[in-house]
């Protein structure tokens, strides 16, 4: 039985060193300049052995931590699995994030190597602790790997299931993103989850090729995709992004018979025109989250496989997660099916009792038997107090609102935390308020989502300004600010509308009312002094 995530590659590929293991399919070939094709199990193991021996013989080993800036590229892999042999720790770093972003990641994951695109170096160099600084190496790095800076804080202790394997950054509900410690057992647990969870969603061993746009930043791509592919023998189709007018295109040229997808997606794939070709394809089922009900029966029914809403959290892995992997399905009203015996959850109202059925409250859980944190991360990185508060009472508390029938089923309502989820990413309202906040112009500043029929939720920045004048060209200074925030922030974290008001919503001791705040959000769009700024953000290449 395999103890850590390269142990069990290493299995599957001596099993089926022939079998297809990473299929880059030409529109992600053509993105990132690299060929199109297939690597195989053993071709991949190969390649990581030798990376393995390189970072080993250069002094790395259990308790470092490595960055691995890299997207959603074939090296991401090979560099992950040597690592992790070898008892280092990923951090996996968005490209799209910035200088402020990146300067805390740097700071408070004490990385001590980053594997990096070459465009990012200096900007990483730039950003890191002095006198702290990480080794900085290309993929294709040739010659010595230069030496670890510091001792493995972990050498001569023994690799296990409970050795970290990769630290995933979330967005909370006030400060910084949280760095979530996440296990080899983590992974193990979400691959083999995965791979035995059957019902709509079963997985045939060495048959499926699963395609995902989803970034490998993000756990759903990292500890789903890519580990239910390495514990049935299936190829991984990894897109460098969702690209709505080639999806089918990719579909079928990588012979796909599973898709991930994120609500945002769907939506865009009706947009387009009907066609007799809507249906020609292999995909079985689609595993993903977010859907609208709306068009969730719609897609169904035009494209031929059903929508499998899921629910999990980056803290919660494979110790809570739960499927409508079974028939009655409700499609169409948000259901994300009822959660296995190896799962127990409450609905919490604000009192702190159970809510009645049918009726909403936060979805608490936990998983069943003796270790009630079993398959979940291991804690939040230097912030015991987050961790311990988020599992109060000896359930861990998700934030979400969530209503049950009376058969089980549970059904999706709203987020009770202050986190904006933009076409599939959590965004820290109070990050975004606190980079505003530097701008000259900007007096005070309060951050909050509003509905977005394509991205489920867009960013709405409440400010007001210093030195405000009667007859300012308020077009002007909202794009002012919003390019301020896309030169220290993610574009999607950027503002989509600046908001121009007298005074933000406050409480008695000048904290801001979220609840005022959100309600008053909704109604901004398109009202005078609310100006337009999707069009500002535009990812970078």
Same mark, same amino acid.
């Given at each position: ?251 079928? /040229? ?30 079985? *089922? ?18 031929? *496989? ?49 809510? /009645? ?18 398959? *979940? ?165």
């Amino acid at each position: 039985m395999a103890d850590s995530v390269y142990q069990a590659f290493a299995e599957r590929a001596r099993r089926q060193p022939d079998a297809d293991f990473l299929c880059t399919e030409p529109v992600t070939a053509a993105a990132y300049g690299i060929a199109a094709g297939t690597l195989r199990y053993g071709e991949a193991l190969a390649r990581v052995e030798t990376l393995r021996q390189r970072y080993a013989a250069a002094g790395y080993g259990h308790g470092h931590r490595a960055g691995l800036l890299l997207e959603n590229r074939p090296d991401f892999f090979l560099h992950w699995f040597a690592l992790n042999a070898l008892g280092v720790g990923v951090v996996p770093i968005n490209n799209d994030l910035r200088a402020a972003e990146l300067g805390y990641l740097l700071a408070h994951s004490e990385l001590c190597l980053a594997i990096s695109l070459a465009a990012r170096i200096d900007d990483l160099r730039a950003a890191a602790v002095p006198g702290r600084a990480p080794v900085l190496l290309p993929p294709d790095h040739a010659g010595p790997v230069p030496a670890a800076p510091w001792p493995a804080p972990a050498a001569g202790q023994p690799l296990a299931r409970a050795s970290e394997c990769a630290l995933l950054y979330t967005s909370g509900t006030t400060g910084r993103p949280k760095g979530c410690v996440l296990s080899n057992d983590y992974f193990l647990r979400a691959g083999a989850w995965y791979a035995t969870i059957g019902g709509l969603c079963t997985l045939h061993e060495g048959r499926e090729r699963m395609i995902t746009p989803l970034p490998l930043t993000h756990m759903n791509a990292m500890a789903y995709s890519a580990m239910a592919m390495l514990m049935t023998g299936g190829c991984l189709v990894q897109l460098d992004r969702f690209h709505p007018g080639s999806w089918w295109d990719s579909v079928r /040229a990588s012979r796909a018979t599973v898709a991930h997808y994120l609500g945002v997606m769907p939506a865009m794939l009706l947009g387009a025109p009907p066609s007799p070709a809507d249906r020609d394809h292999a995909v079985r *089922f689609g595993f993903g989250a977010g859907v609208d009900r709306r068009q969730q029966a719609v897609f169904e029914q035009r494209f031929g *496989f059903p929508l499998l809403e899921a629910w999990a959290m980056t803290e919660t892995g494979a110790g809570a997660v739960v499927i409508a992997n079974h028939e009655p399905r409700h499609v169409g009203q948000s259901c994300f099916g009822r959660a296995e015996a190896a799962v127990q959850w409450r609905l919490v109202g604000e009192d702190g009792a159970d809510v /009645a059925t049918g009726q909403p409250g936060e979805l608490w859980v936990r998983a069943a038997g003796a270790d009630p944190r079993a398959g *979940f991360f291991s804690e939040y990185l230097k912030d015991a107090v987050a961790t311990a508060e988020a599992w109060a009472d000896g359930w861990f508390h998700t934030g979400d609102l969530v209503r049950a029938d009376a058969d089980g089923h549970l059904y999706f309502v709203d987020r009770k935390k202050n986190v904006i989820r933009r076409s599939g990413e959590n965004i820290s309202a109070v990050e975004v308020e606190s980079v505003l906040a530097l701008h000259p112009r900007v007096a005070a500043v309060a951050v909050a989502a509003v509905p977005d029929a394509v991205r489920g939720d867009e960013v709405l920045a409440c400010i007001v300004r210093r030195d405000a004048q009667p007859d300012e060209d308020l077009p002007a200074l909202a794009t002012q600010i919003t390019q301020h925030a896309l030169q220290q922030l993610a574009y999607y974290k950027a503002p989509g509308y600046v908001a121009f008001v007298d005074a933000l919503p406050l409480t008695l001791s000048q904290k801001v009312q979220r609840a005022q705040l959100k309600t008053l959000a909704q109604t901004l769009p398109g009202q005078p002094g609310c100006v337009d700024t999707r069009g500002l953000k535009k990812r970078t290449a």
